[in-house]
T-cell receptor, first 114, second 114 residues
């Protein structure tokens, strides 16, 4: 069965650079969530989209922005990268705007800022 | 406010022993959803179970079982006859019905020793 696809799987950037992470939800899923998991931490909710509109927002820095496109894939744009942005970034998708269905997570993108 | 507490930071057991991971949650909502996820060393988040607040039936899936008790706000997870492949970080998580995000506990790192 198709799962949530994230790309790239690994990314190394220098401080102050920009990074773009991509998420392709499970087919027919219209809701996408982004989470950030720092080393040894639990995943923290960043932002979510339902039908291409932002539906909820967590502790996402102003340097980060995200959007969901007409094909439901989503991109997380991160600018002026800082060392503290090094983390595992997960995307999840579901077939409703609330994660009361199973929220399926992608394998994550490991971002390292040097 | 929603909160998930996993008091056990790290547990080590010998293979074939049973082990229970504790999870206590806080929410003011009457409708909410509880999850368990497994995060193996490879990093992905593997969905294990979802429970809604109206379903207090315990569930068993192979060697895994879950005990949901609203009276104590707990959703504990037991692995029977543990195996080395069960070694991972396990996250308990909560989502209230009216919000998008899933709130994770800090996780319990489980070591199964051969």
């Amino acid at each position: 069965a198709a799962g949530v696809i994230q790309s790239p799987r690994h990314l190394i950037k220098e401080k102050r650079e920009t990074a773009t992470l991509k998420c392709y939800p499970i087919p027919r899923h219209d809701t996408v969530y982004w989470y950030q998991q720092g080393p040894g931490q639990d995943p923290q909710f960043l932002i979510s989209f339902y039908e291409k509109m932002q539906s909820d927002k967590g502790s996402i820095p102003d340097r980060f922005s995200a959007q969901q496109f007409s094909d439901y894939h989503s991109e997380l744009n991160m600018s002026s990268l800082e060392l503290g942005d090094s983390a595992l970034y997960f995307c999840a998708s579901s077939s409703s705007p609330k994660p009361n269905t199973e929220a399926f997570f992608g394998q994550g993108t490991r971002l390292t800022v040097v | 406010a929603q909160k998930v507490t996993q008091a056990q930071t790290e547990i080590s057991v010998v293979e074939k022993e049973d082990v229970t991971l504790d999870c206590v949650y806080e929410t003011r909502d009457t409708t909410y959803y509880l999850f368990w996820y497994k995060q193996p060393p490879s990093g992905e988040l593997v969905f294990l179970i979802r429970r809604n607040s109206f379903d207090e039936q315990n569930e068993i899936s192979g060697r895994y079982s879950w005990n949901f008790q609203k009276s104590t706000s707990s959703f504990n997870f037991t692995i029977t006859a543990s195996q080395v492949v069960d070694s991972a970080v396990y996250f308990c998580a909560l989502s209230e019905a009216q919000v998008d995000k899933i709130i994770f506990g800090k996780g319990t790192r489980l070591h199964i020793l051969p």
